[in-house]
């Protein structure tokens, strides 16, 4: 789930060296904190937060696949 999210979020941001992927698994849920430079939160969440909504989409239904619960919070 980390390298799936960071192959997502990476190519958004401009300072992909300050890119953070917490990953904390508990049974069945799955945990995803991203930490990302200051100037690349509005980046990664979008206006509206339309963009943020489509990566937790995208990992919701990858995690459905696994039979996981996922969700991911952008921390700046």
């Given at each position: 789930m980390k390298d799936l999210l960071r192959s997502v979020i990476e190519?958004?941001?401009q300072h992909p060296e300050d890119?953070?992927?917490e990953?904390?698994?508990k049974g069945k849920d799955i945990l995803l904190s991203v930490h990302a430079?200051?100037?690349d939160i509005g980046r990664?969440?979008?206006r509206g937060g339309r963009r943020?909504?489509?990566i937790r989409t995208v990992l919701k239904a990858k995690?459905?696949?696994d039979n996981k619960?996922?969700?991911v919070d952008i921390v700046s």
């Open positions: 190519p958004l941001v890119l953070v992927i990953e904390e698994v430079h200051p100037e990664v969440i979008g943020a909504q489509a995690g459905a696949m619960r996922v969700s």
